[in-house]
Structures are given as C-alpha cells and as structure tokens.
C-alpha cells in the first residue's frame, strides 16, 4: 500500500541548510511533491520531481531522490524566517491518481 | 480566478446535525479532490472526483460523508450525523490532472468543523 513518513520536527539556525526527508513505500510512485503550509494557509506546491530523475534544483531548494532506497530530501539552502512552515512530502501514481501526503515535518528557525 | 474557494471558512456545530462545505475549484481544473487534515497530521485523501464523475472515495469513509460534483464544477462534502471525531479542516484541491507533467493540486484555505 502507499506511506508517506517523515520526521515531525526539525530545528535550524537562520542561514544554514535545512535538510527534510521523507521515506515512501510505493516504488510504481511517477511524482513526488513538496509542499509548504504555513501558519493559517493552505498547502502551497514548492515543488516536484519527476521519478526517472535523481536531482532538480530550484533556487534555494533542491530536490534528491534516491529510488533505490524510496527515499526523498528537500533541501533549503540559507533557511529565513519565513521558512519557518511545516513541509509535506506527497506520492502519486498513474494508476489512481491519487495524491497521498506524509503527517509533515515543521521547521522551526533558530536565530 | 481566484483560485480554490472554500466555504464556510469555519463551522461549528452540534453532534449529530447534518453539515455541508462548499468548493468551487479553479474554472479550467477537471479534477477536484477532498481531503481531511487534524491537529499534527498530513492532509489524508477522502475522494476524488475527474468532471462529475466520481472515480475513488477512501476506505476510511464512513457512510455518513457524501460528495457530489453534479456539472463537473463546484463541489460539495456532506457530513450526516456529525461526530466529534469529524472536527477536522476539510481540504478541497483541484488540479488539471498530468497535462502538464506532474498532477499539481493548487488547494484551498479549507473549511474548519468544529463538533460539540
């Protein structure tokens, strides 16, 4: 069946790297997502990638995906303030179309 | 467009009364999904629909939620005999499928319950 894990807390000093990872179990898994929900919001998409891919970088953020392992990492280069948000690592699949989401991981920004 | 549009933003209400949320999605997006998310949880899938047709409800969908997309716009979740179990924040997202690549869901605010 599909599971999405993730670690539920994560703390960093402002200007470091943050590192969130995520752990599926889907392996037929086409996408995966990163979402950021902050305080009061809804779900905003960060970014994807595509399962035939092991990297994508996008600014601040990069993307690894070990598909061996079902393992997923978003990395946040020079963390903010206002990344301060819970993040959610999603799974998709062609067959159902559905998108299943982990419980999330929030990042709390140290000074 | 305004994007996903939730509505009530907040309902509270007493076990056992009937409940219903509204969403209209984004005009051009022919999939429109519900989820459900509580207190320290990720958003966990309730049913999703492709135009009107429904084409997946959740196992874990109890006979009292019902949802209907009758002319493949907006949307409605209806809770029969609410529990307090059923506070939760009702997500609503849609999305234009794979068209583009990936099946990016653009969501909503979300419609917050609150059961007595």
């Known amino acids: 069946g599909e599971d999405v894990e993730q670690s539920l807390f994560l703390s960093v000093r402002e200007g470091d790297s943050s590192v969130i990872n995520c752990t599926y179990t889907?392996?037929?898994?086409?996408?995966l997502y990163w979402y950021k929900q902050e305080p009061g919001a809804g779900l905003q998409l960060l970014t994807y990638?595509?399962?035939?891919?092991d990297m994508k970088q996008d600014q601040r953020l990069t993307v690894l995906l070990n598909k061996k392992d079902k393992h997923l990492s978003l990395r946040i280069a020079d963390t903010q303030t206002g990344d301060s948000a819970i993040y959610f690592c999603a799974e998709s699949t062609p067959v159902d179309d559905k998108i299943i989401f982990g419980k999330g991981t929030r990042l709390h920004i140290l000074p | 467009d305004t994007g996903v549009s939730q509505d009530p933003r907040h309902k509270i209400t007493k076990r056992g009364q009937n409940v219903t949320f509204r969403c209209d999605p984004i005009?051009?997006?022919?999939?429109l999904y519900w989820y459900r998310q509580t207190l320290g949880q990720g958003p966990e899938f309730l049913t999703y629909f492709q135009n009107e047709a429904q084409l997946e409800k959740s196992r874990l969908l109890s006979d009292r939620f019902s949802a209907e997309r009758p002319k493949g716009s907006f949307s409605t979740l209806e809770i029969q005999r609410t529990e307090q179990g059923d506070s939760a924040m009702y997500l609503c997202?849609?999305?234009?499928?794979?068209?583009?690549?990936?099946?990016?869901?653009?969501f909503g605010a979300g419609s917050r319950l609150t059961v007595l």
């Open positions: 889907d392996s037929s898994s086409t996408y």
């Open positions: 997202a849609s999305s234009p499928g794979y068209t583009s690549g990936a099946n990016v869901l653009t």
């Open positions: 005009s051009e997006h022919n999939r």
């Open positions: 990638i595509f399962s035939n891919m």
